[in-house]
């Protein structure tokens, strides 16, 4: 269950990092429950489909509304693109009328429909038929004064629904062969308890995010280009939003434009988790990929160059 206005009331700063967090503090962060494994799929084609069937398994297997987060990037566009051509048609209507949509992450300040903003990407994959056939749609704010005002209202928003059905991932590269889940940069502080952060926005960060979106196809104006490159901040939900998914879907299909996912794999499913909790914590903030091993319900599809293949 995600947390109220009331629960994220504990607001946390891990240096120039702002967490908003359970106010919980004895919560202790959780064992590798289940031991994490992936199925290697031909095609990204393969890979969305492999990513639709999940939505479509969960479905049937839940009554009522479904809350899912969607994911940046190329890692599901495969996926969106069968939800846009089923979407001009009735075939899904009964599910994309249960469909409450949130976005997992956002650079700001940005306008709105700035073409590297999600929105406008999700807007141009998914089309507007979706749009217009689901039940709502929330992105993270970036256009406002009070960035963790509106950060609370989204959270707020995800618990009056009963929290997050499926949490549709991927995996960004960090220095040393670590990874990020969300946005959740190493050493940022982020612990179990952490719902959602604003941190600082690095180079890195910033390079890899235009570029994923070029690459995927998105229309960037220079002005778009020129007002990302000035975003100071990033929206990211946290550990416990991962960890509080009732299932995590994960795609990783872009180690051929982003080869530092490969030793960021490799590093991800080799290193043995501690069984101290404190150790067990500090290999998470190094490393934040560590995070989705930690999860008991998790479907990851990968293609073969994500293992240098």
């Not at 996926?79 to 949130?102: A, C, P, W």
């Not at 929290?163 to 990874?179: N, Q, R, T, V, Y």
């Not at 229309?219 to 490159?229: G, M």
């Amino acid at each position: 269950m995600m947390p109220s206005s009331k629960k994220t009331a504990n607001r946390r700063e891990a240096g120039k990092n702002i967490w908003l967090g359970f106010t919980d503090e004895q919560a202790k962060i959780p064992s590798e429950r289940a031991k994490y494994s992936y199925e290697i799929l031909p095609t990204e084609d393969a890979v969305g489909q492999a990513m639709f069937d999940e939505l479509i398994a969960y479905s049937k297997e839940k009554s009522g509304d479904i809350v899912i987060i969607l994911l940046g990037g190329r890692g599901a566009q495969a996926m969106y693109k069968i939800i846009n051509r089923l979407s001009q048609t009735g075939e899904i209507d009964g599910l994309l009328g249960r469909l409450h949509v949130f976005t997992q992450d956002a650079l700001a300040p940005m306008r709105m429909n700035n073409g590297l903003s999600f929105v406008r990407d999700f807007e141009r994959l998914l089309g507007e038929r979706f749009f217009a056939k689901i039940k709502s749609f929330t992105p993270m704010m970036t256009e406002t004064d009070d960035l963790e005002g509106e950060l609370i209202k989204y959270l707020d928003k995800l618990e009056a629904l009963g929290g997050i059905d499926i949490f549709f991932l991927g995996l960004g590269p960090e220095a040393e062969a670590a990874s990020h889940l969300c946005y959740i940069k190493p050493d940022s502080g982020a612990k179990f308890n952490d719902i959602a952060g604003i941190i600082p926005i690095s180079e890195s960060i910033l390079e890899h995010h235009i570029n994923k979106f070029k690459v995927g196809g998105s229309a960037v104006s220079t002005a778009d280009e020129t007002e990302c490159r000035n975003a100071k901040s990033i929206l990211t939900l946290g550990p416990a939003a991962i960890l509080g998914a009732k299932k995590i879907v994960q795609s990783i299909v872009d180690a051929s434009t982003a080869p530092a996912k490969v030793p960021s794999f490799k590093r991800l499913i080799e290193t043995e988790l501690s069984s101290d909790e404190a150790e067990r914590a500090a290999q998470c903030n190094e490393n934040p990929g560590l995070w989705i091993r930690l999860h008991e319900n998790v479907k990851a599809f990968i293609l073969p160059d994500v293992l240098g293949k």
